[in-house]
């Protein structure tokens, strides 16, 4: 049975191969058991972008184990935060949960020299989102 007391956290992009993957790791390693984390994509890729796994290992931590994972309606009603990150319309809006969009570029395709910059801003809205949930 799932914990109540903590928030649960959604992140979805398109791919769920880069950005949302970053943020649901940086979550999971900063948070630990004071939050559920899940991230999600509209139209799943077959693996983690390669460039963000070593972008990550940088920053010491390793999601080369990860796989995309398709957005589900369920995933969506079990979530107290859903952070959307380009994926538009395709994510279902429910009452009572509360979204934010973040505007981030998008790693598909890039090197890990521009895959960096996006990665630290993931950790800085992370940071802010875990002050904001009464995350310490």
């Known amino acids: ?3 109540t007391s903590v928030p649960s956290v959604l ?3 398109v791919h769920n191969a880069g950005r949302s993957q970053m943020a649901a790791a940086f979550l999971t390693h900063l948070a630990g058991d004071r939050v559920r984390v899940r991230s999600a994509g509209s139209a799943p890729a077959g693996a983690v972008n390669p ?3 070593d972008a990550m290992s940088e920053a010491g931590i390793d999601i080369s184990a990860e796989v995309p994972k398709v ?7 079990a979530s107290d935060v859903v952070i959307t ?3 538009g ?3 279902p809006v429910f009452p009572g949960k509360r979204y934010l969009d973040w505007q981030l570029k998008d790693p598909a395709g ?12 993931i950790e ?3 940071r802010a989102l875990m002050l904001e949930l009464g995350i310490r």
């Not at 957005?71 to 009603?77: D, I, K």
């Not at 890039?110 to 801003?121: H, L, N, T, Y």
């Open 1 to 3: 049975m799932p914990d």
């Open 11 to 13: 992140f979805v992009c």
């Open 51 to 53: 460039a963000v796994v």
């Open 71 to 77: 957005l589900t309606v369920e995933a969506v009603e």
């Open 85 to 87: 990150m380009g994926c």
């Open 89 to 91: 319309d395709a994510c």
């Open 110 to 121: 890039q090197g890990i020299d521009a895959v960096r910059p996006i990665r630290d801003d």
């Open 124 to 126: 800085q809205r992370i």
